[in-house]
């Protein structure tokens, strides 16, 4: 399954679009403050985004956090979304959106509503058919008599995404000439 969810992830990373990735980092470098969210375990994808650009010296905030300020005109709100019209999710965007705040969308859906007021969107494709090689995963199936999807409800979309924001954690420490070190001085140290 392993094997299977990793080939899903590399036909992912290879139909996301180059020039979204540049659109999306350019936001991040220039946003003074980044709120991000999402609803379910595309939220947990957006808590660790979060932590991650607080490592590599992002000011960083969770959306529905007690501690998370008030969002300001040009801050940044990072959504992970694969429907992208989550409705508490959407309303959210469209407040932030009236603030004069931007818009980055992490979706598997171009014509969502959330993605009509996005200015800056990031295509995680979720489709299993266009996987190649469907033949071990047939074999798994019939070995256990199971007709199932092997990534149930979004779990490539929030695992590619989670692949994704790691990726861009590692392009943001190498455009700010952030090492490793700087990252441990910044991580929590009174657990």
């Known amino acids: 399954m392993m094997r299977l969810m990793a080939t899903g992830i590399r036909v992912i990373a290879d139909r996301i679009q180059d020039k979204e990735i540049d659109s999306f980092i350019h936001e991040i470098l220039a946003a003074d403050r980044i709120y991000v969210m999402g609803a379910g375990r595309s ?17 960083a905030f969770v959306v529905g956090e007690t501690i998370t300020p008030a969002m300001r005109r040009n801050d940044l709100l990072v959504i992970f979304s ?12 469209e407040t932030a959106k009236e603030i004069g705040g931007r818009i980055a969308l992490i979706t598997s859906n171009r014509q969502s509503r959330i993605g009509t007021i996005a200015d ?72």
Not at 82 to 93: E, L, M, Q, V
Not at 123 to 132: S, T, V, Y
Not at 154 to 160: D, S
């Open 120 to 191: 800056v969107m990031v295509i995680i494709e979720n489709q299993r058919d266009e996987i190649r090689d469907e033949t071990a995963e047939f074999e798994v199936r019939q070995m256990t008599g199971e007709h199932r999807s092997f990534a149930p409800l979004g779990t490539l979309f929030e695992t590619a995404s989670m692949v994704f924001a790691d990726a861009c954690i590692s392009q943001l420490m190498e455009v700010s000439e952030v090492d490793e070190k700087e990252l441990k001085n910044r991580h929590a140290n009174i657990e």
């Open 82 to 93: 694969g429907s992208g019209r989550t409705k508490t999710i959407a309303d959210i965007a």
């Open 43 to 59: 939220g947990l994808v957006a808590k660790a985004f979060a932590m991650r650009l607080m490592h590599v010296g992002r000011t």
